[in-house]
């Protein structure tokens, strides 16, 4: 087996990235005494003066990135608190205006549990199916739109299969119909080109510890022209224009600002190399039976690969995959034994569902980890197969779907 | 270099903490969901900070619910009590809480949820009169008082007003921010349902913090979308704040009394120069304060103006709550404890620190005397 | 998800992988579970004229909890009689594995998967099958 130098490999980046060395050094540079630690609410002082600087430049960095204003970028504890934000603020604020709004099954939890707590508080919420593709189809969209509508929730590209929506013409159907658009961008920012001067996207949701900053740090962008207005969700002392109390987390927003930065920069680079890995990946399982790769890869981001290896169970192959660190689904539900619901509404049969595995790869990939990956996934599927009475029953012949299976 | 004397609105972190923080900065990064290695390194160092917050109040480990600071803690005490206590379910809250409580108590009136506000005495202790009558009325769900004042330092007898709300069958929140490391804090011995925490105030890392909750007390959770934090705070862990929260709050756990006598010494220096000169108040002197922490005014000086002066002079500090900071209000705490808005005007706060030194509290004393001698000459001689 | 040693050495090592024929009338096979649950296991033993389990076989798929189920009930089914084999219940191999309280269905599984393959023998009426109901009638 080829030796790959780093055991267990990380393939796990769309779950979370290892933060860039460069941001753990700007970010050390605003914790202690020497440093700027300051409260950048402190506004009689030195040491608050200057981490309000630090927080002004990284905002700019950020906002560069997907070419917005600063001043529409507000900041928050991550992406499920930018999803909540964006949904419930605007749900909240634009009630009178009506209460009825659209997402997609496919949506990250943060967006969903959103939703479904509104539906408690009496909002009526739509839930798009997609095609097998993984993709939306603007038709439905258009005709779910209803009079009462307010907001249009769909995320830019799936944490799950990689698939990237065309929020360019969502965000031109919304606006046309007067329907302000969130989209959640926490797995597709610096990954591919977002420009919303361009894209009709009213707010976006930002996470730093996808794209090799920190945790606990995200942003929501919230556009100025037209303006979004948005019921604030944490109260205090009206940090961020009044949308986000609480005290600034200088260094974090400095990890955040240094990643987005680097992302600008290297975005072009990286993509291009990481789909030569992806498909040096796909290109090692292309020849295995019963493999089916999920979400369509004509519209995917470079970095992911989602493959049911039929006849093996998802949980048991992570197992085997002990030395190489991949999920089964969202990392958010792993803990459950539910399939993937992502999968499911691609059409995906349970057993399918049960069976994937999701490789993302990195910054930090190198073509040894794929190599390593081929030959460790390969050796264990065919282990696991062996084991498999569905396996068995495939090779006798047998029809799976015809077979009554006892309940349980 | 400036002298940092503003220990209220935010600490340096520890260097003892950065080192804890910097493998989860830099090597251990999985996301603690993950079933993988790294997803259960993560999972294990959340686990053992949690200890480590749980242990620094006395309560258990599964009782400590992180957030992203103390602003968001008492945002979800407040909100989350009062989502599932019912239809014209009463709250309380004192007058010179933090806004981190007051906006949400206001939010929540806005929202038609009948709102008491107890008020302070002179010296900004809650009177316990009022405190009594507030909980005593129909319906009240929940009475929210703060431990330590983040401007005056007055630290409120809430073990006794528990006592009072929960005779009326009412819950007590206590934001203890301000508290946390300057005072020995039994979270049972207060009677409290739930306290907030936060990890900047304690040489910690900003965007950090906790709410810790007695057992069976139900929660709407504020931010949907996982099971994280047992179901109550979703999104993905701030791995490496809250393993310097943890590291904190351990750090936290010994040399209490050298610390707080330590910024006892250190105020009671600035305090006796200060009671030496004319024109200038010392709030809430006559009752237990935080020992870091003194609030005073010089009548006829502006605040801000006498701020601008130690700023030149390096020194830094505060006119009061950082978070109000820039807004030009005179301190709402000062005007609940009925001081004159003219002189709240005026009101400077200095926060000391464990590294704080007595020759650095000289410089503060001796750049006070001037600058205040000038600013009152300027006046009279505008007068 | 933490699993313990012993989970971690039936998933490692698994013990009877394989299958025997099902035609054989000294085979009983039980197959349980469904695809869409995540888990399916298919247990067979063979039986001795006595009604005793000479030997068994699983194959499995489904998480490590499950396989260590069933590789683990192959072991212990092995020389005792049907009776015997009919008795094992899910909690004493959900003890002897340490499994947490999500994974206690594997164990269930696993019961139910000896007692589907006694009752596939029993059905077949194979020689031993014949001698228990011999045993019962004369009681």
């Known amino acids: ?408 | 270099m400036s002298i940092y004397l503003d220990h209220n609105a935010t600490t340096p972190v520890d260097d003892r903490v950065v080192d804890a923080m910097l493998p989860y900065l830099k090597g251990g990064y999985g996301n603690p969901s993950s079933g993988h290695r790294f997803g259960r390194e993560s999972q294990q160092a959340i686990q053992c900070a949690r200890e480590r917050v749980a242990a620094l109040i006395g309560v258990q480990p599964a009782q400590v619910v992180f957030t992203s600071g103390g602003t968001e803690a008492n945002n979800l005490a407040l909100k989350g009590v009062m989502a599932l206590a019912g239809e014209n379910s009463g709250l309380v809250v004192s007058a010179i809480e933090h806004s981190s409580v007051l906006q949400p108590a206001t939010a929540l009136q806005a929202a038609g949820c009948p709102l008491a506000v107890a008020g302070v005495d002179g010296d900004g202790k809650v009177k316990s009169d009022a405190f009594e009558q507030a909980v005593s009325k129909k319906n009240v769900a929940l009475a929210s008082v703060m431990l330590a004042n983040n401007e005056t330092g007055v630290v409120q007898d809430i073990a006794q007003l528990s006592e009072v709300a929960r005779t009326h069958g009412v819950r007590m929140h206590t934001d203890a921010v301000q508290a946390l490391g300057k005072l020995d804090i039994d979270f049972s011995a207060l009677g409290v349902a739930a306290m907030s925490l936060s990890a900047h105030k304690i040489y910690g890392p900003k965007g950090v913090g906790a709410l810790v909750v007695e057992k069976g007390l139900r929660l709407q959770p504020m931010l949907h979308g996982g099971v994280h934090e047992a179901g109550l705070r979703a999104g993905t862990e701030n791995v490496a704040g809250i393993v310097g929260f943890g590291m904190a709050a351990e750090l936290m756990q010994s040399g209490l009394i050298q610390r707080t006598d330590h910024c006892e010494r250190l105020r009671q220096r600035v305090e006796q120069a200060l009671l030496k000169m004319a024109h200038v108040v010392v709030f809430s002197r006559q009752v237990t304060r935080l020992s870091n922490t003194l609030f005073f005014a010089v009548k006829g000086i502006e605040g801000a103006t006498l701020l601008m002066s130690l700023d030149r002079d390096g020194i830094a500090v505060s006119s009061g709550s950082a978070c109000t900071s820039g807004s030009g209000k005179p301190s709402h705490v000062l005007l609940a404890m009925g001081v004159e808005e003219g002189l709240a005007h005026g009101a400077i706060r200095v926060s000391f620190g464990s590294r704080n030194t007595v020759e650095e509290v000289d410089l503060l004393i001796s750049s006070l005397q001037r600058q205040i001698k000038s600013l009152l000459k300027l006046n009279s001689g505008w007068a | 998800m933490a699993y313990s040693d012993k989970v971690m050495d039936h998933y490692e090592n698994p013990r009877n992988v394989g299958s025997f024929d099902k035609d054989d009338s000294a085979v009983g096979t039980g197959m349980v579970g469904a695809p869409a649950c995540g888990d399916v296991m298919k247990l067979q033993i063979k039986v001795s004229d006595d009604g005793v389990i000479e030997d068994a076989r699983f194959k499995t798929y489904g998480c490590g909890s499950a396989i260590a189920s069933s590789s683990l009930l192959t072991e212990w089914v092995k020389g005792k009689t049907l009776q015997q084999a009919s008795e094992i219940k899910n909690t004493e191999l959900a003890e002897e594995l340490a499994l947490p309280p999500v994974k206690v269905h594997c164990s269930v599984l696993a019961e139910d998967a000896i007692k589907a393959a006694i009752e596939d023998y029993n059905s077949k009426g194979g020689a031993a099958a014949e001698a228990a109901e011999k045993a019962a009638d004369g009681s």
């Open chain 1, 1 to 408: 087996m080829s030796k790959s130098e780093r055991v267990p490999v990380y393939l796990d980046y769309a779950a979370t990235t290892p933060a860039d060395p460069r941001v753990a050094e700007k970010m050390m540079a605003c914790l202690t005494m020497d440093g700027d630690f300051g409260n950048p609410a402190s506004r009689s002082h030195i040491f608050g003066w200057k981490a309000d600087e630090d927080v002004k430049i990284a905002r700019g960095h950020v906002a560069a990135l997907v070419n917005a204003d600063p001043r529409e970028i507000v900041w928050t504890s991550g992406a499920t608190e930018s999803d909540n934000l964006a949904i419930k603020g605007v749900a909240h604020f634009y009630r009178k205006k009506g209460k009825h709004i659209i997402t997609c099954k496919t949506e990250h939890k943060a967006v969903l549990d959103t939703c479904r707590q509104l539906e408690r508080e009496g909002y009526e919420v739509t839930y798009l199916d997609v095609e097998s593709s993984g993709l939306i189809n603007m038709k439905v969209l258009e005709e779910a739109i209803r009079e009462d509508t307010i907001l249009i929730s769909i995320m830019h590209v799936n944490n799950e299969t990689g698939v990237v929506q065309d929020i360019a013409a969502i965000g031109e159907l919304a606006r046309n119909k007067g329907v302000i658009f969130h989209c959640d961008a926490a797995q597709s920012a610096g990954k591919i080109e977002i420009d919303l001067e361009k894209m009709k996207v009213d707010l976006m949701s930002f996470s730093a510890h996808k794209i090799y900053g920190p945790k606990g740090i995200g942003a929501l962008y919230v556009r100025r022209k037209p303006r979004i207005r948005i019921e604030a969700q944490m109260h205090g002392g009206g940090h961020e224009r009044g949308m986000r109390s609480g005290t600034l987390a200088v260094h974090q927003i400095v990890g955040m600002g240094e990643a987005f930065r680097i992302a600008k920069e290297e975005m072009a680079a990286e993509s291009a190399r990481l789909l030569a890995l992806r498909e040096r990946l796909m290109n090692g399982f292309s020849d295995m039976e019963e493999i089916y790769v999920n979400g369509d890869l004509s519209h995917h981001v470079a970095g992911v690969l989602n493959i049911s290896f039929n006849f093996v169970e998802g949980e048991s192959l992570i197992m085997a995959l002990k030395d190489i660190a991949v999920s089964s689904g969202s990392a958010c539900t792993s803990a459950s034994l539910e399939p993937s619901y992502v999968l499911r509404a691609l059409g995906r049969e349970d057993e399918l569902a049960h069976s994937s595995i999701r490789f993302s790869l990195g910054r930090f990939t190198t073509e040894a980890d794929v190599d390593y990956t081929i030959e460790l996934v390969r050796k264990k599927v065919e282990k696991l197969r062996e084991l498999s009475p569905l396996w068995e029953m495939y090779k006798d012949g047998v029809d799976l779907s015809k077979v009554q299976w006892a309940a349980h």
